[in-house]
């Protein structure tokens, strides 16, 4: 157990449909990234928060947006889906804004299947 | 615009040394090299990092050339759990960059 704790583990949703997938950082980290591994694009960086605020921006598309709470946990939006969407989507943490010194912790993924 | 060139696929015999390279020949003087690995389809884990010293930690030895051109990770001896793809990734000290991650090798250790 990382302490990155990501809900749900699995999702299966029609396309069109928006869901929303959670991550609750470890204990006392301030930054929360996305990524989404697909078979054909590996792990790609979609967005960073730290602390509440928007910190760095990837390959995030216009249909999908995130946020991070006071509490610290952050949502990931998907809306529209399409079949291409369906793909593992990593959450992970940092003490830092950039992680640097003691690296990034990842949570165990959603798995989002898109039919 | 990969950093990073690593060989795609290697195989390791159980208890032997693991030994992956990772050729940087473009790093700049405040890039630091980083290793993660994903066991399948689990989150990365952080393994190692380091600029231009060698680094060791219970994991994993990180051996980088003098002229920070490549480096070598080194898993003394390997297990079955060592099974996984290893990413090698070259980040600045400054800034807000965040880990960008190439394809990777994917190690098999085999019985």
């Known amino acids: 157990d990382s302490g990155v704790t990501q809900t749900p583990k699995h999702l299966i949703t029609a396309t069109g449909q928006r869901v929303t997938l959670r991550c609750s950082p470890r204990?006392?980290?301030?930054?929360v990234y996305w990524y989404q591994q697909s078979l054909d694009q590996g792990l790609q960086f979609l967005i960073q928060y730290y602390n509440g605020e928007e910190r760095a921006k990837g390959n995030i598309l216009e249909r999908f947006s995130a946020q991070q709470f006071p509490d610290l946990h952050s949502e990931l939006n998907l809306s529209s889906l399409e079949l291409g969407d369906s793909a593992l989507y990593f959450c992970a943490s940092s003490l830092t804004s950039t992680g640097f010194y003691y690296g990034y912790t990842f949570g165990s993924g959603t798995r989002l299947t898109v039919v | 615009d990969a950093k990073t060139t690593q060989p795609p696929s290697m195989d390791c015999a159980e208890g032997r040394a693991a030994n992956l390279p990772c050729n940087h020949s473009?790093?700049?003087?405040?890039?630091?090299v980083y290793w993660y690995r994903q066991i399948h389809s689990q989150g990365p884990q952080y393994i190692i990092h380091g600029l231009k010293n060698n680094e060791t930690n219970e994991m994993a030895s990180l051996i980088i050339t003098e002229d920070r051109k490549s480096s070598t990770l080194i898993l003394p001896h390997a297990t079955l759990r060592d099974t996984a793809v290893y990413y090698c990734i070259v980040r600045p000290s400054s800034g807000n960059t965040p880990l960008v991650f190439g394809k990777g090798t994917r190690l098999s250790v085999i019985a």
């Open positions: 473009t790093i700049s003087g405040n890039e630091y």
């Open positions: 204990s006392g980290d301030l930054s």
